[in-house]
């Protein structure tokens, strides 16, 4: 059974940095992909972008080009999101997601959110 | 201001059938057959609850269907009961260059 582990609560300060790491269990392979999605408070879901696990390919939201690395160590199976230059409007829950195999561009793994608060 | 519009609240009563719709554009929904629907509830994370616009993942109620007309996705939910009380939001793949959007999210309130 394919589980996803996000690292704990942030509280950063506008400005800062922060890397959330997402550790994946119980995939046969690397041939899988880790998107990135946030919700902000009262607010939707919204994409970041996506990580090839085996080559280290990314795809960035266009909001967050130059702002998002996505990165990812095979032998830990971790993904790892960093985002910069934080404001305050970055506070969300941001979420790994991936999928256990057969579902393409759809999300049935989830890992269990990590709270990011920007403020000073 | 998110890519897919969705209603803002919904509600219906136990029993009732309900729909929820999606829409989007040529670009994104009208586009691809990869629509997903995503159940959510406070502090927890989404649940896929259809993908490919229609199909259901195991475990799913079948009283959960979705479908699509255009630009516009729905989802609907059949004999409407207390626990599915919950946030629902939309997903599609947009292409090779924006890749993925959501729709803001819809709360159902049952009566």
């Known amino acids: 059974q394919v589980q996803l582990l996000q690292s704990g609560t942030e509280v950063k300060e506008p400005g800062a940095s922060v890397k959330v790491s997402c550790k994946a269990s119980g995939y046969r392979s690397t041939s899988y992909g880790i998107s990135w999605v946030r919700q902000a408070p009262g607010q939707g879901l919204e994409w970041m972008g996506w990580i090839t696990v085996y080559n280290g390919k990314t795809n960035y939201a266009q909001k967050f080009q130059g702002r998002v690395t996505m990165t990812t160590d095979t032998s830990t199976s971790t993904a790892y999101m960093d985002l910069r230059s934080l404001r305050s409007d970055d506070t969300a829950v941001y979420y790994c997601?991936?999928?256990?195999?057969?579902?393409?561009?759809?999300?049935?793994?989830w890992g269990q959110g990590t709270m990011v608060t920007v403020s000073s | 201001q998110s890519a897919l519009t969705q209603p803002a609240s919904v509600s219906g009563s136990p029993g009732q059938s309900i729909t929820i719709s999606c829409t989007g554009t040529?670009?994104?929904?009208?586009?691809?057959?990869?629509v997903s629907w995503y159940q959510h509830y406070p502090g927890k994370a989404p649940k896929l609850i259809i993908y490919e616009g229609t199909k259901r993942p195991s475990g799913v109620s079948d009283r959960f269907s979705g479908s699509k007309s255009g630009n516009t996705a729905s989802l609907t939910i059949s004999g409407l009961q207390a626990e599915d009380e919950a946030d629902y939001s939309c997903?599609?793949?947009?292409?090779?260059?924006?890749?993925?959007?959501f729709g803001g999210g819809t709360k159902l309130t049952v009566l």
């Open positions: 040529s670009s994104d929904v009208g586009s691809y057959n990869l």
């Open positions: 997601a991936g999928d256990s195999g057969g579902y393409v561009w759809a999300f049935d793994l």
């Open positions: 997903c599609s793949y947009a292409g090779s260059s924006t890749f993925v959007v």
